[in-house]
């Protein structure tokens, strides 16, 4: 059986490739929350749209189509695979 050497997890390509996929997003992010300017957040800023000519009874029938699409899809990976399917996330 080969000697486990930690040093060669770590001098893979592989390694600094995922770091720069999760680093370089986060330091821009943390570069654009430095630039803008915040503005104070009110309670209606949560619920109301961004685009103004929206009418409410859309945004309120595409959330319930999504709810209805994602609890299908829950509930038929509960059929499929039982509480299996949810090991792998508490693992």
Known sequence: MAEYDPLDYWTRWQVPVCFLIVAAPAAVA???LFRSEP???RPS???RPCWKRVHPL???AYRTLVCAA???F???MLLYRGLR???FYTE
């Open 58 to 60: 859309w945004l309120l």
């Open 70 to 72: 994602m609890s299908y």
């Open 45 to 47: 800023d949560l619920w």
């Open 85 to 87: 399917a949810f090991y």
């Open 74 to 76: 829950l509930i038929d």
């Open 39 to 41: 503005d104070p957040i």
């Open 30 to 32: 943390v570069a654009a």
